[in-house]
């Protein structure tokens, strides 16, 4: 059991650690540059490829993406009443809980534990974990929200285009299921060099209520994830795929919020180190709860 998980989550946080040591080291790694290819060109070819492999199973997931939907909205409320009560920031604080790195972290150890399956379920958590970072939280942190914001969600088009194949049961050509697969598999390390590379650049604020809440956001997930898969009745590879992306820590893109609308973002940047931290500790055992 040990060495079947060290097999999940070493190659993880060891890509993790070589763009954060890449980045302590003083060596240039452009994050803005590497962000933008990702989310525009990467994320969509791994969603568009995602899709695909699920072939027949998408009716199915169908019940999977609903829960999804549900567990995030979950998180939302929880995270705003959590703010409410404690007299939290809450444009900073209710991004920061309910946001998880169900991206750079959770689509690799998804991948690693449960294989390419378990990563295609995971690519549909993420992506509508992806569409509430770019709406919802874009709303809370900046006030106001455009049409153009969802016009920048390329994932969408990932989307749409397995959907045209998958629902009108169309082949696609081989050469564009070889080009999104080969790009699609570039976008993994590339986040998690991105995560590393952003955690070395964060500024700290030290503080104990922090620690407490990186706790309660960790546990929040997971309590979630057990609730809303007990509610819709999810069993096998759905659970454990929707349990263990609920209790990724924060994710990166709340503090790209924080920074840009000056929504506490040192505060913000903490409890992303801190969860993720704390994650070297919860995903093994979250792993060893759900094998």
């Known amino acids: 059991m040990i060495a079947e998980l060290f097999n999940v989550v070493a190659p993880v946080f060891m890509i993790a650690a070589i763009g954060f040591l890449w980045v302590r080291r003083g060596y240039e790694f452009p994050t803005e540059f590497v962000t933008r290819m990702n989310m525009n060109i990467g994320a969509p070819c791994l969603v568009f490829s995602g899709i695909m492999k699920l072939g027949g199973g998408l009716t199915e997931a169908v019940g999977f993406l609903t829960a999804s939907l549900v567990s995030i909205l ?13 007299r939290l920031p809450k ?36 992506t509508v974990s992806v569409v509430f970072q770019f709406t919802v939280a874009l709303f809370i942190s900046h006030g106001q929200l455009t049409a153009g914001s969802l016009t920048r969600i390329t994932m969408l088009y990932g989307i749409a285009g397995a959907l045209v194949f998958n ?16 790009l699609g598999g570039v976008t993994i390390p590339l986040m998690l060099l991105t995560l590393g590379a952003s955690l070395a650049r964060l500024k700290l604020e030290k503080s104990g209520k922090l620690v407490l809440i990186s706790g309660f956001k960790l546990a929040m997930g997971v309590s979630v ?13 759905e659970r454990n795929v929707l349990i263990l992306q609920n209790s990724m820590p924060v994710a990166v893109f709340s503090y ?36």
Do not use: H
């Open 225 to 237: 994830g057990l609730l809303v898969t007990s509610l819709f009745g999810l069993t096998g590879l």
């Open 91 to 126: 444009r900073a604080y209710i991004v920061s809980l309910f946001s998880t790195n169900s991206g750079n972290m959770g689509l690799p150890l998804c991948l690693f534990a449960f294989g390419e399956q378990g990563m295609a379920l995971a690519i549909a958590y993420f």
């Open 256 to 291: 790209l919020l924080a920074s840009q609308y000056n929504r506490s973002p040192d505060e913000v940047a903490s409890l992303i180190f801190i969860t993720t931290l704390m994650s070297l500790i919860t995903v093994p055992l979250m792993l060893t709860y759900l094998f």
């Open 74 to 86: 979950a998180l939302l409320l929880v995270s705003a009443l959590f703010a409410v009560i404690f």
């Open 167 to 182: 629902l009108g049961d169309i082949p696609p050509p081989t050469w564009l299921m070889n080009t999104t697969s080969l």
